[in-house]
């Protein structure tokens, strides 16, 4: 009996913990949506800036953001799975690979700003990229490769390994099986922990700050070696470096707005796709 009042206990304390967080997090919203919905118009959105970024429209960060976002899923979704498949189906038990596995997750935990300083040195100054769209997709990519490498792991080991052990008793090869067998039931979980990098690199500031932002550029980039705005940093010059911080104040809820709503519809977009991609392969 005492038992019993202490599982209740736990589970309404739990509970309570939950409603809170979400609680918190829909006054948030409801609060950017409130006053940032009056500020959202067609020249808002497809306009270019005015008076360094205090007025106008937004949509070179906009456009930035989408290019970044996008370089990085082209850079960080194949390396990040196929390490998982090697961690997973082809490298050997050891300290190696167990130093490899445990760097992957200190990685995870590191600061973003670490990795904007890794990106400036190695991308922006030692291989001669400059600050660019190149610098700034290659140092998100690796912030959130070691995301993409743990989950795509779990969910490569989560497939039973009867389905291995039969395919290759039928005489498949060792790619056929992963190919065929392995990666059909695990690319919905691969794609979970790619929806939660991909959320992360769309509203970092700090990685883009030092190798692609730029403070004021009122035209859109032409090549993946110019500098863009972005919707990050483009809020955080309007909420630190305007002198006048009441008469931006529509903008910053604006631009704030807009970036929930994009990373919402690409988390949105990743979602559906990874249920479809479910509710085909079911085991």
């Not at 739990?14 to 409801?30: D, F």
């Not at 990085?72 to 998982?84: K, N």
């Not at 670490?114 to 997709?137: D, N, P, R």
Request: proline share 5%.
């Amino acid at each position: 009996m005492p038992g019993r009042k202490l599982e209740t206990s736990i589970h309404w304390v739990m509970r309570i913990v939950t409603y809170s967080m979400l609680a918190v997090i829909a006054y948030i919203i409801i609060d950017i949506a409130w006053h940032g919905l009056p500020t959202i118009s067609w020249e808002f959105l497809t306009g270019f800036p005015r008076r360094s970024g205090a007025e106008g429209g937004i949509l070179p960060a906009i456009a930035g953001t989408l290019l970044l976002v996008t370089g990085t899923i082209i850079v960080a979704l194949p390396l990040g799975m196929a390490s998982a498949i090697y961690l997973s189906e082809y490298a050997r038990s050891g300290r190696f690979t167990y130093f490899i596995r445990l760097a992957i997750i200190t990685l995870a935990g590191v600061p973003s700003i670490v990795f904007g300083l890794f990106g400036l040195g190695l991308f922006v100054l030692f291989l001669k990229m400059g600050a660019s769209i190149l610098a700034g997709s290659l140092t998100l990519a690796c912030m959130i490769l070691p995301t993409i490498i743990v989950s795509s792991e779990e969910a490569l080991k989560a497939v039973p390994q009867a389905l291995r052990e039969g395919s290759l008793a039928l005489g498949a090869t060792k790619w056929e099986t992963i190919r065929r067998n392995v990666l059909p039931y695990s690319v919905s979980g691969m794609l979970t922990g790619s929806i939660l990098g991909i959320g992360r690199a769309a509203g970092e500031t700090a990685p883009i700050l030092l190798t692609v932002a730029a403070f004021y550029l009122p035209k859109l980039p032409r090549s993946i070696f110019d500098q863009v705005m972005a919707l990050p940093y483009h809020l955080y010059v309007l909420a630190t470096q305007m002198p006048n911080a009441d008469e931006v104040r529509p903008m910053q809820y604006g631009t704030a707005l807009v970036l929930i709503a994009l990373v919402l519809g690409l988390n949105m977009f990743a979602i559906i796709f990874r249920n479809r991609v479910r509710k085909k392969y079911r085991w």
